[in-house]
């Protein structure tokens, strides 16, 4: 069964360091996400992409935050310098345009700041 | 990937009976609704949909029901297994837009 994949699982940074969360989403879908869940809080979403642009982006989405197709199968999201409270899991999603509001979830990379 | 929360409310069954969880979703607007299940170390997987034009929908050992009046969402799992033992998360689409917005979750644990 085809599923969305995400490295690290695990990222650990200092304050100020810029990361790169990648993401492979399922072959065929068209639309992708990138969600976060802060240790003991609910999941937020972050971002939505479609057609190489962003196509809505949330509060928390500010400009230290970027993401990219670079290819025709990674999708990344890049933090310029993080902070500490930007330490969370954070999720990719992607669906397809058959299942357009079916969303699967990659299992998260955990990032770290220190 | 685990929603670990001190307040998560939590929900326990015997293993065999039936579970049934509960969500207040907050846009009246919202036409898609959706259960997520997050076991320990994965994201959240997705267990079934219903849209606004509906109140029921079921699948296999699970049933969602969807109360528009009163913005409230259950899902219902029929003889509840150790498997199923995990954090549940309803999350709803407001009208324009794809972004889920998710709930708090609650926290099922089946005993044998």
């Known amino acids: 069964e085809p599923e969305v994949t995400q490295t690290p699982s695990h990222q650990v940074t200092q304050m100020g360091q810029e990361v790169i969360l990648r993401c492979v989403p399922i072959s065929n879908h068209l639309y992708f996400y990138w969600y976060r869940q802060i240790l003991g809080q609910k999941v937020e979403f972050l971002v939505s992409f479609y057609n190489n642009e962003i196509s809505e982006k949330s509060e928390i989405f500010d400009d230290q935050f970027s993401v990219e197709r670079p290819d025709g199968s990674n999708f990344t999201l890049k933090i310029r310098s993080t902070k500490l409270e930007d330490s969370a899991m954070y999720f990719c999603?992607?669906?397809?345009?058959?299942?357009?509001?079916?969303?699967?979830f990659g299992p998260g990379t955990r990032l770290t700041v220190t | 990937g685990e929603s670990v929360g001190l307040h998560l409310p939590t929900l326990s069954v015997q293993e065999g009976d039936n579970s049934i969880i509960n969500c207040a979703y907050s846009?009246?607007?919202?036409?898609?609704f959706i259960w997520y299940k997050q076991e320990s170390g994965k994201g959240p997987q997705f267990i079934i949909d219903?849209?606004?034009?509906?109140d029921k929908r079921q699948g296999q050992r699970v049933t969602v029901l969807l109360n528009k009046t009163v913005k409230h969402l259950s899902l219902q799992i029929a003889a509840t297994q150790p498997g199923d033992s995990a954090v549940y998360f309803c999350a709803e689409i407001p009208p324009s837009t794809d972004k889920l917005i998710f709930g708090t979750g609650t926290r099922l644990q089946v005993f044998p």
């Open positions: 999603a992607s669906s397809g345009d058959r299942d357009y509001y079916e969303q699967y």
């Open positions: 219903i849209r606004s034009n509906m």
């Open positions: 846009n009246s607007a919202s036409d898609y």
